[in-house]
T-cell receptor, first 112, second 114 residues
Framework: AQSVTQPDIHITVSEGASLELRCNYS??????LFWYVQSPGQGLQLLLK??????LVQGIKGFEAEFKRSQSSFNLRKPSVHWSDAAEYFC??????????FGKGTRLSVIA | DAGITQSPRHKVTETGTPVTLRCHQT?????MYWYRQDPGHGLRLIHY???????DKGEVSDGYSVSRSKTEDFLLTLESATSSQTSVYFC?????????????FGSGTRLTVV
């Protein structure tokens, strides 16, 4: 079955430190992959997406993600985290015309 | 989010009562989706619609029904609410069925079943 896995439930980083959130996928064909962010009490905002082509994709708010077929991964990165980045992050994917499947989310805490 | 609204934003209801949540869009998008969000589970698809009167089940459809009589409205009904249906419900819209069109999410409805 198609699935998206986020191995880390909760991550804490210091403000100004680098960040990497992990996402693994299980699809027969190359999937479309997405990262969304959800601030407390809010809906989901799209950070970036990968369809094909360049495996390093740039998103909003200084985030980037790299698609690695050999590792079935699509990890989200940011070189320097700001306190306002504290939120929950969701990786999602699909293949073809099927609805998006979401990972269980990673909650990011940022400490001073 | 602009172009998609959910109502109500919050609701408390009693076990066994029917509840209807509404998703309204002004984007004229063909696809609409209902997800529920629970701690430790992420977002799980309940039902989706690919056109007026065209709907299909998602991963967690038991106990839920949907209707779409107009392009702009997608209703989610809990036929007889149970405590396990306490959750935050998100509606999403998409211009097309393929994910490359992107999804836009509403702000959510927090439902508590007591």
């Amino acid at each position: 079955a198609q699935s998206v896995t986020q191995p880390d439930i909760h991550i804490t980083v210091s403000e100004g430190a680098s960040l990497e959130l992990r996402c693994n996928y299980s699809y027969g064909a190359t999937p479309y992959l997405f990262w969304y962010v959800q601030s407390p009490g809010q809906g989901l905002q799209l950070l970036l997406k990968y369809f094909s082509g360049d495996t390093l994709v740039q998103g909003i708010k200084g985030f980037e993600a790299e698609f690695k077929r050999s590792q079935s991964s699509f990890n989200l990165r940011k070189p320097s985290v700001h306190w306002s980045d504290a939120a929950e992050y969701f990786c999602a994917g699909n293949s073809g015309n099927t609805p998006l499947v979401f990972g269980k989310g990673t909650r990011l805490s940022v400490i001073a | 989010d602009a172009g998609i609204t959910q109502s109500p934003r919050h609701k408390v209801t009693e076990t066994g009562t029917p509840v209807t949540l509404r998703c309204h869009q002004t984007e004229n998008h063909r696809y609409m989706y209902w997800y529920r969000q629970d701690p430790g589970h992420g977002l799980r698809l309940i039902h989706y619609s690919y056109g007026v009167k065209d709907t299909d089940k998602g991963e967690v459809s038991d106990g839920y029904s949907v209707s779409r009589s107009k392009t702009e409205d997608f209703l989610l009904t809990l036929e007889s609410a149970t405590s396990s249906q306490t959750s935050v419900y998100f509606c999403a819209i998409s211009k097309g069925g393929s994910a490359n069109y992107g999804y836009t999410f509403g702000s959510g409805t927090r439902l508590t079943v007591v």
